[in-house]
């Protein structure tokens, strides 16, 4: 599908995964949405192409809000990839008590109710749009993570989200489909963004250690260009794509 005069959403989109797919896009001549919540927005670099808009993922009436206004731009919205979302880390029994239920809720509503809600709201818009030659409409795409595989000590609510992600995927490509629209997602192994920025130096050149080939940390527009090209491979549907150097988490 093509990038150039059509609009994005990129969820998450001043920070990490989410700024590098959309400058990516917006480079690519496609008009981006980067909705973040205010704080990030107000850190994050002016970027040609991108407008961001405040909103919170998970809060229904802000996400029709914002993609009343990507699916205004004038140009046909086709594309969606939510990369909002947050990863705290507790054991299920840690040393003060059981897991706090409110957090585990929290990371199930931002990293998998928070991507549905727009998934479900930006495809609306989307299968209202003119079809391409191919009748193809737009490409959802989420962000789940290695560690909706391998999770490790501390990530049972992220890794619940995650899983929440791939298993989402297919129902969802299967659903949207009568409407040429595809949904893919991308598991990323260790990326090199804000979410890693609180690990010491030494912590890091031990995970890149520990990531088979290329030994290091994946670079967040090495995200962005698998994103780019899910967009512009027609045939890609319904399927989870790992990207992570072949890692394989350990327990810890
Ligand atoms: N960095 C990694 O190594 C890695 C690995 C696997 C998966 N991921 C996933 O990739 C995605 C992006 O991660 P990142 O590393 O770029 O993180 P990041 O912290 O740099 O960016 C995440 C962005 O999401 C935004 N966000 C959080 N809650 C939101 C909400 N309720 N509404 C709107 N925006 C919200 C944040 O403000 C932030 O700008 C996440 O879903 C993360 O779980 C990251």
Redesign the pocket.
């Known amino acids: 599908m093509q990038i150039k005069d059509t609009a994005a959403i990129v969820?998450?989109?001043?920070?990490?995964?989410?700024?590098?797919t959309a400058a990516r896009l917006a480079a690519g001549g496609a008009k981006v949405f980067a909705?973040?919540?205010p704080?990030?927005?107000e850190g994050?670099p002016q970027v040609d192409g991108v407008e961001y808009v405040a909103?919170?993922?998970?809060?229904p009436e802000q996400v029709q809000a914002a993609v009343d206004t990507a699916a205004g731009a004038g140009v046909p919205l086709r594309t969606v990839v939510?990369?909002?979302?947050?990863?705290p880390s507790t054991r299920i029994l840690g040393k003060k008590g059981p897991h706090d239920l409110a957090l585990y809720a929290k990371v199930i509503?931002?990293?998998l109710v928070?991507?549905f809600n727009v998934l479900t709201l930006a495809a609306e818009k989307i299968a209202a749009t003119e079809g391409d030659e191919h009748g193809q409409r737009g490409v959802i795409i989420n962000?789940?993570?290695?560690?909706a595989y391998d999770g490790q000590v501390g990530q049972a609510a992220?890794s619940s989200?995650?899983g929440g992600i791939v298993g989402l995927t297919l129902p969802a490509a299967r659903d949207l489909a009568q409407y040429g629209i595809r949904v893919m997602t991308i598991?990323?192994?260790?990326?090199?963004?804000?979410?890693?920025a609180t690990v010491s130096e030494e912590f890091r050149e031990s995970l890149a250690k520990g990531v088979p080939f290329p030994q290091r940390?994946?670079r967040?527009d090495e995200?962005a260009q698998l994103a780019q090209s899910i967009i512009e491979h027609d045939y890609l549907n319904g399927e989870v794509i790992r990207m992570d150097g072949s890692l394989r988490m350990a327990p810890r």
């Open positions: 969820t998450g989109g001043a920070s990490g995964l989410g700024a590098a909705f973040d919540l704080a990030s927005i994050a909103v919170d993922v998970t809060d939510n990369c909002a979302g947050i990863g509503q931002v990293n928070g991507s962000t789940a993570s290695i560690a992220y989200s995650k598991a990323p192994g260790i990326v090199e963004t804000p979410m890693l940390l994946a967040p995200y």
